[in-house]
């Protein structure tokens, strides 16, 4: 399988680049179950983000990161927007998003009452693995606007394609998309 290095401030990773069913290709991206490199963005990336109130992040390759850069910031809670509706959800809020690179079709994110509650007046940073299309973004921006959150900053590990060149966003590291 063809590999991508990337160099995440001094972490080297190798990326399996996948084709996705569209037929583009991408440099994999996963931090499941990976604490070196899951640490180490996190620190990097918390930097950045210091002026936050609160964090959110969609499930599930963001949990793990916002964890980290939330525990780096010293802040107990964070927000997790999630794409099914849970049962302590029922009074929460939700959104419909299009479709991201990877998941090629429409969903949903729930966000708690709680979590609600947690953003509202607050500067927001969202926190996310990977920005490519901006659908994704896109959604968590709207959950926190209609929560009454203040969108402060959007940080992610990786841009991927053209989302490298948005001047709204901070990450650590570009890729690019392959079309063979």
């Given at each position: ?49 210091t002026d936050c109130d609160v964090l959110i992040t969609a ?38 998003i299009q479709s991201s690179i990877t998941t090629g079709k ?67 590291a570009k890729i690019p998309l392959f079309t063979d």
């Amino acid at each position: 399988m063809k590999t991508y290095p990337v160099d995440l401030n001094g972490f080297t990773a190798e990326l399996p680049i996948m084709k996705l069913p569209s037929g583009i290709g991408i440099a994999f991206f996963n931090l499941h179950g990976d604490s070196a490199l899951t640490e180490h963005c996190a620190k990097a990336l918390a930097k950045y983000v210091t002026d936050c109130d609160v964090l959110i992040t969609a499930e599930s390759k963001g949990l793990q990161l916002c964890h980290c850069i939330a525990r780096e910031l010293g802040q107990r809670y964070y927000a997790v927007a999630r794409k099914m509706q849970k049962l302590y959800m029922q009074d929460g809020i939700e959104i419909t998003i299009q479709s991201s690179i990877t998941t090629g079709k429409e969903q949903k994110l729930y966000l708690s009452k709680h979590d609600t509650d947690l953003i509202k007046g607050k500067k927001v940073g969202i926190i996310d693995d990977v920005v490519s299309t901006g659908a994704s973004l896109m959604g968590l921006e709207d959950l926190v606007k209609k929560a009454g959150g203040i969108i402060h900053k959007k940080a992610f590990v990786l841009a991927e394609g053209d989302a490298a060149d948005r001047k709204d966003v901070i990450y650590l590291a570009k890729i690019p998309l392959f079309t063979d």
